[in-house]
């Protein structure tokens, strides 16, 4: 089957963010009375936007958060990002090298993905073609952001390639219709419980696989 676009996740794929989120997420969460761990963080809230996690808070602990805490853990998050943000392992290269088309599509919000984009230099590379879940009603895992990302790109979504890192992430481009590949190199999966992953979803964890891995799905192959 032809790989005509090719989709990527923003945070924890293109960004490796996701620990440096959990990290901010925690300690305002503390700072409000509630306990929560890293792997919560990954089991519960990974690859979910900040109003489907903050409904999950709220529910799970069954109090209100503050009413400037979706504010400041941004403005705190954006700040970690300034100083210590870098791109996934690799991903840079790989990207230089990559000849086919693509796009962004993250449950991020402009805002925060605008400036992830600004801080690892590349902003100019995807300027128009950056999808978020603030543009359709259903969030992952509902395919609606991933169908919106293919039409916009002129794209069938039999012929699109998802990269995605969470399991909601996985579940919205299989219900597009469209390959997807999981991406398990970011910090925050190093050393966790592998992700349990639907039959037939290949796994790697280092972009140098990636052009072999896109090879073979343009030519039917089987992924060893």
């Not at 005509?4 to 293109?14: A, K, R, W």
């Not at 925690?26 to 509630?34: F, M, S, V």
């Not at 996934?88 to 599509?105: E, H, Q, R, V, Y």
């Amino acid at each position: 089957m032809p790989v005509s676009l090719i989709i990527f996740d923003c945070d924890g794929v293109i960004a490796d963010s996701e620990v440096l989120s959990a990290s901010v997420l925690i300690g305002q969460l503390a700072d409000a009375g509630i306990a929560v761990t890293p792997a919560d963080v990954r089991r519960d809230f990974l690859g979910r936007s900040f109003p489907t996690v903050a409904q999950s808070i709220r529910q799970r602990f069954g109090r209100p958060l503050p009413d400037r805490f979706e504010a400041d853990y941004r403005a705190r998050l954006l700040d970690r990002f300034a100083a210590e943000l870098g791109p996934t392992p690799g991903f840079m290269a790989m990207l230089d090298a990559l000849a086919a088309p693509s796009c962004i599509a993250t449950s991020s919000s402009p805002e925060r993905v605008g400036r992830t984009l600004e801080v690892l230099g590349l902003a100019d590379r995807f300027a128009g073609r950056v999808f978020t879940a603030s543009q359709v009603r259903h969030g992952k895992p509902a395919p609606d952001l991933f169908l919106l990302a293919a039409d916009r790109m002129g794209c069938a979504p039999a012929d699109t390639l998802v990269i995605e890192d969470s399991s909601p992430g996985i579940a919205a481009g299989l219900a597009a219709g469209m390959h997807v590949l999981h991406y398990a190199g970011g910090a925050h999966l190093r050393g966790a419980e592998p992700t349990r992953l639907p039959p037939g979803i290949r796994s790697f964890d280092n972009w140098s696989r990636f052009s072999q891995l896109l090879s073979d799905l343009q030519e039917g192959a089987r992924v060893p």
